[in-house]
């Protein structure tokens, strides 16, 4: 049987490719943030409704559920053309490595089972349980979400550092998949993207609760809207800034011409500064700020470290680098944006125990939900587009792993109609939930009319 | 048994799963779309909305199990069939992907042109997706995806005689699974009327697949001999056997209205029809390509089974919850409406 070695697509198709794998899992990825953390504030809110008998919380809980429903079929499906698109664009990659990297993938499929049946039970069981029981079996929900990450994200960190491994002749002889799904890439960007998600879902549901109170609705229930998901993701901001720069210091060793794509660096050196900014022309990096000795510090603990500039490589191997250095740029900036948002409230509420007077808190906060699904995507490119042209890091290039087959284009465009489509649909159908008074009423959920509150 | 023959064992049993729950979630779509004008037709659609709704989204676990264990387990298999059938799984995907968005936001609208909107979407493209996936399943039935990638013709592999009575089957047992599983549901509901509706859809449903089926074989024989002889003569055959007796024995029980013994005969007239096909064509995966020679090294088939057996220790009492909990005696869905 011959090798599946493809024969060379158009640079067109490998284009479209690349871009229909940007666009769905840069769609997926939000939903699956949602997916993933919402569950988890949900039950808290539930959880602390039950305990304090307050019937905000109870109300928020029951929306968020709603909200999460939703969400979680929206990521579902989305998730599910992932797994199509791994073989209709990338059967080069998966022909050879789709067993190398099948064990990661065989367990978030058992994760997403336990995602979606305990779903299922927490969403339509709500009165055919009674409410202990019924919180408890939200857990699973929680449990299997961040599993479910942790798995997949195994997966992609293969794609940077594969290991476990031996190939003769383009054909595997011989894995190890534990050690394959067990990189030295897993744990910085496991850890990473759990905390992402549980960021991005505080901030944004947050954010709709700091919408409404500038919009004058500063009862209790907004209050307690906005400060449970708030505080959940603030409190991990900090956290998150010492697990980037922990995954910084593992890229600065391990995938050095991706580090030197984030930095727009191209001369090799010692005490090297740190770029602020600045625009790649002609291979060289103009217009920035730079800080004497920054990077040399900052990702090996030595000011007159030596890091690899992209001169090492030939062209052919470095990645698209204004692309990747503005997308950490801008990942770094709002992470320390939201770490200052959090603080303010943090500082004000020790003081004072309430929220900060100013209106510009809110309009800060307000804007933090849709900041961290910019920082999230900008990570994420960092991450794939750091990577190129590297479909698996220095051992086969995305373009050997296209679908050579003509006409991908056309399936590229079908795919932006349909998640154009998806996009306006979803945020009308949340924007809908968000404001019907009183919830709508589902033939599971008739005791919501019971709610006194809102 | 060897590792390779466990682990197709297993891709076979989460297809089966797949036709046989997620399966019926796209024909109670398909039952959507036929249910008539918005009044006429809200007891149906009520019935399947509340009967699907709490599992769809497990049952649809089930294929992207498939595609995983495909890929892992015999990669150069899974390559060769995106790759050549890339454009009736890029239609697929696009349909599950309208289907499951339109049923959650259906369910989450509230005003009657977008519930209509919604479920026009949901039923229509419960229709295609099956369809398309039947294509596929002709394709690959029929041997026209070779080895290696995008080696097949990009059009003639599915739009061929096998591929196209193969979508039509899907499309019909998916209907005539739904409407078996929503009679019992219906009546279980105190629905006598709407038990009534689905039992003579369901007859109609499974005298079609029965004339489809038979229509099928006389297509194999022209078109894809080798299965044909397998199937009707060889190893396949005592499959094809129980897959006809299950299904007169279907019609039967419906026509009495033995509501619950129908739900097992309809799965094992499903399930003969698969397996009969998974038997016929085994060894050979694709044409040349044996199992033996596409499978996966065996320490990737014993991590992935041991690991799914573990999976299945959690996964089993869970969908057993889940089932039982949502399939035990309750009051009819419109009643609370």
Known sequence: ?454 | MPLQEILLAVLWVGLTAYVLFGGADFGGGVWDLLAGGAERGRPQRSLVEHSIGPVWETNHVWLIFVLVITWTGVPSVFAAIASTLYIPLTLVAMGIIARGAAFAFRKASTEPWQQRLFGATFAFSSLVTPFFLGTVAGAIASGRVPPGIAKGDLVTSWVNPTSLISGALAVGTAAYLAAVYLTRDAERGGRTELAEQFRRRGLIGGAVVGVLSAGGLVVLHADAPRLFTELTTGRGLPLLVLSVVAGVASLALLWWRVYLAVRVTAALAVVGLLWGWGLAQYPELLPGVSLRQAAATDTVLASVLGALALGALLLLPSLWWLYSTFQRGEESPAASE
């Open chain 1, 1 to 454: 049987m011959s090798g599946p070695v493809a024969a060379a697509a158009t640079e067109a198709d490998l284009l479209a490719a690349r871009t229909q794998m940007a666009l769905s899992l840069g769609w997926h990825i939000v939903l699956a943030c949602l997916g993933v953390a919402m569950p988890a504030l949900t039950l808290l809110a539930e959880w602390r409704g039950h305990r304090t008998g307050d019937d905000h919380y109870r109300l928020l809980a029951r929306r968020w559920a709603r909200a999460m429903g939703v969400l979680f079929a929206v990521g579902a499906v989305s998730g599910t053309i992932l797994s199509f698109e791994m073989g209709l664009l990338w059967p080069g990659l998966m022909g050879t490595y789709g067993e190398v990297i099948g064990l990661p993938f065989a367990l978030e499929g058992v994760a997403f089972f336990i995602e979606a049946i305990f779903l299922g039970i927490y969403l339509y069981a709500w009165d055919r349980l009674p409410p202990v029981p019924h919180m408890l079996s939200g857990v699973p929900i929680v449990i299997a979400g961040v599993a479910s990450v942790f798995f997949i994200v195994s997966a992609n960190a293969w794609m940077q550092q594969p290991t476990g491994f031996t190939a003769e002749g383009g054909r595997i002889v011989a894995v190890e998949p534990w050690r394959a799904m067990f990189n030295p890439a897993t744990p910085p960007q496991t850890v990473h993207m759990i905390l992402a998600a549980f960021m991005v879902a505080g901030f944004l549901v947050a954010s709709v609760y700091a919408v409404a109170m500038l919009r004058g609705r500063r009862d209790r229930y907004h209050q307690v809207g906005f400060l449970l998901p708030f505080t959940v993701a603030a409190v991990l901001t900090p956290v998150q800034i010492g697990v980037g720069d922990w995954a910084a210091h593992f890229v600065a060793s391990n995938q050095e011409v991706k580090l030197a794509a984030m930095e727009g660096l191209y001369p090799t050196g010692r005490g090297v500064p740190l770029h602020l900014g600045g625009v790649v022309i002609d291979g060289e990096l103009r217009y920035s700020l730079d800080i004497p000795y920054g990077l040399s510090l900052l990702a090996h603990w030595d000011p007159n470290a030596e890091v690899t500039g992209l001169n090492e490589v030939p062209e052919q191997d470095r990645p698209p680098v204004n692309i990747v250095h503005w997308a950490f740029q801008i990942m770094v900036a709002i992470g320390f944006a939201l770490l200052a948002l959090g603080i303010w409230l943090g500082v004000y509420w020790w003081r004072r125990r309430e929220l900060p007077r100013t209106r510009w808190f809110l309009r800060a906060s307000a804007c933090a939900g849709v900041a961290a699904v910019i920082a999230l995507e900008a990570g994420w490119v960092v991450t794939e587009v750091g990577r190129q042209p590297w479909i698996v890091y220095q051992v086969m290039r995305t373009s050997e792993a296209v679908n050579p087959a003509p006409g991908l284009v056309w399936g590229f465009v079908l795919l932006c109609v349909v998640y154009l489509v998806l996009t306006v649909a979803t945020v009308y159908v949340m924007r809908r939930l968000a404001r019907a008074t009183p919830v709508p009423i589902a033939p599971q959920e008739r005791d919501v009319t019971e709610y006194k509150v809102v």
